[in-house]
């Protein structure tokens, strides 16, 4: 079936380590897009991408990383510059010229948290 | 500025009907979308509107004001799985891309 797969599903960072989420998606959508989820706020763009080989930051980019080298994989690292990792992290994607209808997609997420 | 706005919990019996509000400001208005989410998983498409009115979808329905910067998403017939955090998201031509930007949420209790 198509879909977009987040893994893992848990994840424990230690202080100073950069960590690697990893997004696929078999959907043939052209756009992914990293949002952060925390307890009480809305879900806030990290960043976005609409084509491989090119990204764009979101609201919150800092101390976030990624690349789109595949239109089929969007890995989002989060260094040690990000003071505050602890939250649910959800990858999505969107198919583009398919009509504004077209909804974003959202993988199972990813929880993170600090050892 | 941009800016969304749903109660934060609403409860209801099962049978019952109930209503989610979302008030939003932004300066491009380019579509509305509500999802549903329960407890840690993803979120799911449930609706999407752009011009005024009422979108039915079997016992969800979604409505849109774009002159009031309003919509609802009605719910019939309440379940107990119908319990989850109700998401009221807009896109906007200002926005990041194609990105949404998403309300805090309302969570929905339902119970028997």
């Known amino acids: 079936d198509g879909g977009i797969t987040q893994s893992p599903k848990y994840l424990f960072r230690k202080e100073g380590q950069n960590v690697t989420l990893s997004c696929e998606q078999n959907l043939n959508h052209d756009a992914m897009y990293w949002y952060r989820q925390d307890p009480g706020q809305g879900l806030r763009l990290i960043y976005y991408?609409?084509?491989?080989?090119?990204?764009q930051k979101g609201d919150i980019a800092e101390g976030y990383s990624v690349s789109r080298e595949k239109k089929e994989s969007f890995p989002l690292t989060v260094t040690s510059a990000q003071k505050n990792p602890t939250a649910f992290y959800l990858c999505?994607?969107?198919?583009?010229?398919?009509?504004?209808?077209?909804?974003?997609?959202f993988g199972d997420g990813t929880r993170l948290s600090i050892l | 500025g941009q800016n969304i706005d749903q109660p934060t919990e609403m409860t209801a019996t099962e049978g019952a009907i109930v209503q989610i509000n979302c008030t939003y400001q932004?300066?491009?208005?380019?579509?509305l979308f509500w999802y549903q989410q329960h407890a840690g998983e993803a979120p799911t498409f449930l609706s999407y509107n752009v011009l005024d009115g009422l979108e039915e979808k079997g016992r969800f329905s979604s409505f849109l004001s774009r002159s009031k910067g309003y919509s609802y998403l009605l719910l019939k017939e309440l379940q107990m799985k119908d319990s989850a955090s109700y998401l009221c998201?807009?896109?906007?031509?200002?926005?990041?891309?194609?990105?949404?930007?998403f309300g805090k949420g309302t969570t929905l209790s339902v119970s028997s």
């Open positions: 998201a807009v896109r906007d031509w200002g926005q990041a891309g194609t990105a949404l930007i």
């Open positions: 991408s609409q084509i491989v080989n090119d990204f």
């Open positions: 999505a994607s969107r198919l583009l010229g398919g009509g504004d209808n077209q909804p974003q997609h």
């Open positions: 932004t300066s491009g208005f380019n579509g």
